[in-house]
C-alpha cells in the first residue's frame, strides 16, 4: 500500500486562540495562489523574513494567507503582529516544497527567459 496517496495529515497552529488546520495547497487555490506569489517569490527562500515580506508585499502576504488558511480576510487583518507572523512561517512550512522547489525556479527561470526579449523591446527604436 502506498501511504503517499493518502490525505496530508493537517499541521494545527493555534492562532489567536482559534486551531488552524493547515494542509498543502489544493489544485482550485492553485491559479489565485500563483498570481499572488509572483511579486514576492524572490523574497521566498528557506527562512524567510516576513517583517521584511510584509514590509515589501503586505498585501499579496495578506491574501496568500486567506487562500493558504481558507480563512477570511477579516479574520485575517485582525490577528496581532506576532500571530500573523507565527501562521505565516507555519503556511510556509507546509507548503515549503512547493513554494521552494516549483514557485521559485519557475519565476525565476521565465525571467532569464523573458531578460533577453524585454531588453531587446526596451532599446528598440520608438517610430516617428
Given at each position: 500500500m ?6 496530508p495529515?493537517?499541521?494545527v497552529?493555534?492562532v489567536?486562540g482559534?486551531?488552524?488546520e493547515?494542509?498543502p ?27 521584511a515580506?510584509?514590509?515589501?508585499h ?28 507565527q ?20 519565476i ?6 523573458l ?5 531587446t ?8
Amino acid at each position: 500500500m502506498d501511504f503517499q496517496t493518502f490525505p496530508p495529515v493537517p499541521q494545527v497552529v493555534t492562532v489567536a486562540g482559534v486551531a488552524i488546520e493547515l494542509t498543502p495547497i489544493r489544485l482550485g487555490e492553485l491559479p489565485r495562489l500563483l498570481a499572488i506569489v509572483q511579486p514576492l517569490a524572490e523574497d521566498l527562500t528557506g527562512d524567510p523574513d516576513w517583517m521584511a515580506l510584509l514590509g515589501r508585499h503586505g498585501e499579496a502576504v495578506l491574501d496568500l494567507l486567506v487562500i493558504t488558511t481558507r480563512r477570511e480576510r477579516a479574520w485575517i487583518n485582525d490577528l496581532p503582529l506576532d500571530d500573523a507572523v507565527q501562521l505565516a512561517a507555519a503556511v510556509f512550512e507546509v507548503n515549503a516544497d512547493f513554494f521552494v522547489a516549483h514557485v521559485v525556479p519557475a519565476i525565476q527561470g521565465a525571467a532569464q527567459r523573458l531578460g533577453p526579449t524585454l531588453r531587446t523591446l526596451g532599446t528598440s527604436p520608438s517610430p516617428d
